[in-house]
């Protein structure tokens, strides 16, 4: 892979969104929305990453069900967050046709975050990451997948943060997302310590769900 530019906090301002949205900001009309746990949700997965397969063969080097709807259990926005790894995201020739043909849309584009596109889907609702194979990002986005799964503590104290915060009003669904880091970085920080393994930055990551 390609070495990529050193990693930013994913933005949270408006011009911040602005300089980083491939067609625009989409503003929020009304409040975030948190739903109990549909066991549905890994079918809707299997479903989208069958339809990514038939789209990208043997371009698609990874697809992962991450996110909140990934975990059993978890409360959630009812949408499916799923990670996508290419050989090099920065180059969208390579893929993006492809996804777009499957009915996506292409909504965020950003260079300074890991070569990250954002690719959306509204029947069902789906945010398809799109990274790099390899890139760190990826198995952060994992590991906190699988704490969650594992420990009853921080998925209960995950959930509560998360509804807590969708009480209140935002301008954007990143605006929100940015607000759920304090508590991300904590329960990545108690993962990394279980698994035996360092802490990453932890301006390498934030919520994308």
């Not at 929305?33 to 990208?56: C, H, K, M, N, S």
């Not at 969650?148 to 997302?177: C, G, H, M, P």
Request: hydrophobic share 40%; net charge negative; with cysteine.
């Amino acid at each position: 892979m390609n070495e990529k530019p050193k990693p930013s906090t994913p933005p949270g301002t408006v011009g911040q969104i602005d300089s980083i949205a491939a067609v625009g900001p989409e503003p929020l009309r009304g409040k975030i929305e948190i739903v109990d746990y549909d066991p549905g949700w890994p079918l809707q997965f299997t479903r989208e990453a069958d339809r990514i397969r038939a789209v990208l063969s043997s371009a698609a080097l990874a697809i992962e069900h991450t996110g909140s709807t990934s975990v059993a259990g978890l409360a959630a926005k009812p949408i499916i967050d799923i990670v996508l790894a290419v050989t090099d995201s920065a180059r969208e020739e390579t893929y993006a046709p492809a996804i777009v043909s499957a009915g996506y849309r292409l909504a965020i584009r950003e260079p300074e975050w890991f070569e990250h596109r954002l690719f959306k889907r509204t029947e069902p609702a789906v945010n398809l990451h799109v990274f790099s194979d390899g890139c760190p990002e990826v198995a952060r986005m994992k590991l906190f997948r699988d704490w969650l799964r594992s420990d009853a503590a921080d998925r209960i104290l995950y959930e509560q943060t998360k509804r807590l915060l969708a009480e209140r009003d935002w301008s954007f669904v990143q605006n929100y997302a940015d607000a759920k880091t304090e508590v991300i970085t904590q329960i990545v920080a108690r993962a990394h310590a279980s698994a035996g393994r360092l802490q990453p930055d932890p301006g390498t990551g934030a919520d994308r769900e």
